[in-house]
Structure formats: C-alpha cells, structure tokens
C-alpha cells in the first residue's frame, strides 16, 4: 500500500515536470525546442507508467464496454425479452407446471401480454388448478374486459 502512495507521488511530480518542460519548449523557437519536448513526453508516459497498474484496468473496461456488449448483452435489463416458446413447448408435451411456470414468469415481466393469461387459463384447465384459473379469469375479466367461461368440474368435483 505505501507503494502506491509513492509511485503516484512520483507520477504527479513526473506529470509536472512534463508539463512545465512542455510550456518552455513553447518559448524556445526551432529545433532548440526538441530536447524539452522530447524530456517532457519522456516524463509524461513515465507518470501514466507509474499510475497503470491501478488505472490501466478501469480505461480498459470503460474504452472496450461498448464493443463487447455488441456481442455479449449486459445483464442489466429490467425484464427479458418475451418469448412463449419454452412455455408452448412445455404445455405441447404435457409438462403443464413447467408451462404455468414460465407463463407466470412471462406475465410477471410483461403484465399486458393478453395472450399469456389466456394460454395460462388453459394449462390451469388441464392442471384442474382452480385457485390458479380464477385467478387469470379475475385478470382477463379486469384488466382485458374479457367474459372468461367458469372452470369445467372434474370427474372427482362431481363423484
């Protein structure tokens, strides 16, 4: 630690040093100028030098962020994309509490998808869910202004 305090001690001495060489250089004219310029660049790049291993990191990621997520979406959205598909290929192969899962999670991110409620009161149909299918009907019929059929009663409802 008492490294780092030293090394960027020396690097705002060299930044300094740079700058104040630099400004004579300005004052001197032709090529009696290039010793100062050449001292001062010499003293800059040793003052970036000296503070590289704690900035060099933080330039890299702030300069090269843009491009990756062109190829790497950052995880920062507020609610993924919508997709039925995982939902439709779980009810099409009978996997009903998958499918009401993933029709929960995708009204949970997109509360206005009209259809996902709709495919949800069929698999709460076919799960002989009743707390779940009133549920999506009381939305449909608030939210949708839709009349939604009561549940049919199972054989076990009436036997």
């Not at 310029?37 to 990191?57: C, D, W």
């Amino acid at each position: 630690m008492r490294f780092v305090r030293t090394r960027w001690i020396f690097a705002l001495l060299s930044l300094l040093v740079s700058i104040w060489l630099m400004t004579a250089a300005f004052k001197i004219n032709g090529l009696g100028a290039a010793g100062h310029i050449i001292f001062s660049m010499t003293a800059f790049i040793m003052a970036v030098l000296l503070i590289a291993p704690e900035t060099a990191f933080r330039i890299a990621e702030w300069i090269s962020r843009p491009f990756a997520e062109l190829f790497f979406p950052s995880e920062e959205f507020k609610k993924p994309p919508l997709s039925y598909k995982m939902a439709r290929r779980y009810a099409s192969t009978r996997r009903f509490e998958e499918a009401a899962a993933e029709y929960e999670k995708i009204i949970h991110y997109h509360p206005q998808e009209h259809d996902a409620y709709v495919e949800l009161l069929e698999v709460a149909k076919k799960l002989g869910d009743d707390k779940l299918h009133a549920k999506c009907a009381h939305v449909l019929r608030h939210r949708f202004h839709e009349e939604v059929p009561p549940m049919p009663e199972t054989e076990s409802d009436s036997g």
